[in-house]
């Protein structure tokens, strides 16, 4: 409980300029894993690959599942976007999209978010990892 609500300050104190994101931290890595196995996976991928032809719309007009991984543009985003668009949704980023990702606010709480985050991140190559941190401390 106090933990959560350390990550929680951290992420959303005024002023705060960390996410609570610590792709470098083994035991918030492996809690994401569990979960990003449990509540991601079926669309992302196992290997955060996405799903096939990621780029272009289904004939509802939405796109697959994109990917996590470093062939994928989640490393575009700065935490605080990545924190906000997997509790709300992308429709939250950006008014009226559709998509086929549910919110998990509610379903998931903010230091199982964060840990998800942290899994992603870790998988990613140093040179991207560097490049979407100088974009969360530009965000900041």
Not at 39 to 53: I, M, S, V
Not at 74 to 98: C, E, F, M, N
Not at 106 to 134: H, K, M, Y
Request: charged residues 20%; proline residues 9%; hydrophobic residues 35%.
């Amino acid at each position: 409980m106090l933990a959560a609500g350390s990550i929680a300050l951290v992420i959303f104190w005024p002023g705060s300029r960390g996410s609570g994101i610590d792709p470098d931290n083994p035991a918030q890595v492996a809690l994401g894993h569990r979960i990003y196995e449990e509540r991601c996976a079926t669309c992302h991928g196992a290997n955060l690959e996405g799903q096939p032809n990621w780029q272009t719309r289904k004939p509802n007009g939405r796109l697959p599942a994109p990917p996590h991984d470093a062939s994928g543009h989640t490393w575009h985003h700065p935490d605080q976007q990545l924190i906000v668009i997997t509790r709300k949704s992308l429709s939250a980023v950006v008014p009226g999209y559709q998509s086929d990702m549910p919110a998990f606010e509610g379903v998931l709480t903010d230091e199982q978010i964060v840990a998800v985050l942290a899994f992603i991140e870790s998988r990613w190559p140093p040179e991207i990892r560097s490049r979407q941190r100088s974009l969360t401390r530009a965000a900041s």
